[in-house]
């Protein structure tokens, strides 16, 4: 996020001392989005992952978590985010070189592709938020829970970047077998 905040800032900054935004110059600064996304995207599903698979050794043995199902959603929006990402990281190092002309048949083309991938893409994130949040309050409560009873911990992974200071604490305590009902209710009275 703070590699966002700083190209950001470029960009604009860039466009306030030129008087008017400059093109080429905008999609020079946009080809290092790609990289920043792989590592924006590395931590994101890695946290995901580490918690969803990683709690199940901690899940109680009469509750069965779709695992597989997981794993395909997980892999979908993974897939799906590193090719757009190369897609944009190859268009705009070709704007910005000014050997490539954006074209309008081109982007329509694409638009009907990616639409739908897209909107495939958000229903597997949201199986992941689901799937992940689940996991942790199964393993906190050690039984089968409804999503009434985890969509705290499902909005709180949503909304990350104050969620992880809420719920990685949990989990850590929960990863080191300290997580007991007197635990639970101090964590959740510091917040």
Known sequence: MLFQFVIMTSMISNIEASGSPNPAMMFDQMKFFPLIMVVYMAVFFSWFWS???????????????KV???????????????LIMFFMGFVFNGIADGTEDPSGALFGGLVMIIFPLHLLSMFCMFYILYFAAKTVKTVELQREVKFS????????????????????????????????EETMNSLDGSI
Not at 51 to 65: D, F, R, T, Y
Not at 69 to 75: G, M, S, T, Y
Request: one cysteine or more.
């Open 51 to 65: 918690m969803a698979i990683g709690l199940q050794a901690k899940v109680p043995e009469g509750v069965k978590m």
């Open 68 to 82: 597989k199902k997981f794993k395909i959603f997980f892999f979908i929006p993974l897939c799906y985010m590193t």
């Open 149 to 180: 009873e985890f969509a705290g911990e499902f909005f709180l992974l949503w909304f990350y970047p104050i969620g992880v200071w809420i719920v990685q604490p949990k989990i850590n305590k929960m990863m080191d077998g300290e997580y007991n």
